[in-house]
């Protein structure tokens, strides 16, 4: 894995990071609640775990069908870190669903 690639994976990281804070770069304007959408957040991440699943199938098709350009690393890793996503986005659906069942449970 080249330095390029690093770079770009830190950059990713750094951005997830700032997506899942608000966005706590900038300030929230006088007046406003500064709260963060989580249908946004909900939406963009799934769209994230999306775009990496077909990334990681793309550059395997690729890899199989002969491309110099891929290499089997950088596609071992796009598939790896399409899974890593995949995982996470799978213990947060099933916090979220044990959370869900808790507060129903709960007698009032």
Do not use: H
């Amino acid at each position: 894995m080249n330095v390029s690639n690093v770079d770009s994976l830190l950059a990713q990281m750094r951005a997830a990071m700032t997506a899942a804070q608000g966005g706590a770069a900038q300030a929230p304007a006088a007046g406003s609640t500064g709260g963060v959408d989580f249908a946004n957040v909900l939406k963009s991440s799934l769209d994230g775990v999306s775009q990496a699943q077909n990334n990681a199938e793309q550059m395997q098709k690729a890899f199989v069908m002969g491309d110099d350009k891929v290499s089997l690393s950088d596609t071992m890793i796009s598939m790896q870190k399409a899974s890593i996503q995949f995982q996470t986005t799978l213990q947060v659906r099933n916090k979220v669903v044990a959370a869900y069942n808790d507060i129903m449970n709960m007698q009032v």
